[in-house]
Structure formats: structure tokens, C-alpha cells
């Protein structure tokens, strides 16, 4: 059972930055796969990025270069820092966990957010 929890959203101007962070609740988020997705009005939910248990990365192609996903276990924390924003990028952003490892099984689950608003705007 996790609970997570985004900040660090807001208004930014086209080739601004923000850092998001999601915070979770739990025992099993080092050993948990995490991802941030982000939808605008009236568009499906898009998967942005992604960071394994082992710390390997994916990115939308749209974001490549520009977003960098991170985590840190510690702090059962993971991050979305983005740069070079665009008009396109506005969007609430929704921490995700879906799978986690224990027992020699991968258990999938779908936790999610409550999502923070990213506007880019000039």
C-alpha cells in the first residue's frame, strides 16, 4: 500500500524550468518501478519518463534531452526536473508506480497521485 504525493508545479515561461517531485509512503519504493505521465484537457494521458528499481531511464521522445527522471531511495522521492519548457509540456503531471520486485516475482500494481498543474506560458 503506497500513497504518493507530486509538488513543484506552476506557471513557467516557454524555455523556463521546474523540478517536480513525488514523495511515497511505504517500504517498497527502492524496489519499485516509477514513472510520470501528464495530460491536458481533452488528450489521453501520456507517459513522460520512466526510472527502474535499477535506476535505468526512458523518455518520450518529445522530452529527450530536455527532462531528466531521478530518484532518490532515501528520500523514497523521484523527480522530474525539466528544462526548456515548452507550450506543449502544460499539463497536470501524475506520479505513477506500477510494478514492484520482492519474493523472486514482480508484483504490478497502479498507484497513482493526485497530480500537479505545469503551465507553460508566456
Known amino acids: 500500500q503506497v500513497q504518493l504525493v507530486e509538488s513543484g508545479g506552476g506557471l513557467v515561461q516557454p524555455g523556463g524550468s521546474l523540478r517536480l517531485s513525488c514523495a511515497a509512503s511505504?517500504?517498497?519504493?527502492?524496489?519499485?518501478?516509477m514513472g510520470w505521465y501528464r495530460q491536458a484537457p481533452g488528450k489521453q494521458r501520456e507517459l513522460v519518463a520512466t526510472?527502474?528499481?535499477?535506476?535505468?531511464?526512458n523518455y518520450v521522445d518529445s522530452v529527450k534531452g530536455r527532462f531528466t527522471i531521478s530518484r532518490d531511495n532515501a528520500e523514497n522521492t523521484v523527480y522530474l526536473q525539466m528544462n526548456s519548457l515548452k507550450p506543449e509540456d502544460t499539463a497536470v503531471y501524475f506520479c505513477?508506480?506500477?510494478?514492484?520486485?520482492?519474493?523472486?516475482?514482480?508484483?504490478?500494481?497502479?498507484?497513482w497521485g493526485q497530480g500537479t498543474q505545469v503551465t507553460v506560458s508566456s
Open positions: 505513477n508506480m506500477g510494478s514492484f520486485r520482492r519474493g523472486g516475482s514482480t508484483w504490478y500494481v497502479d498507484y
Open positions: 511505504g517500504s517498497i519504493f527502492s524496489i519499485a518501478d
Open positions: 526510472v527502474t528499481s535499477g535506476g535505468s531511464t
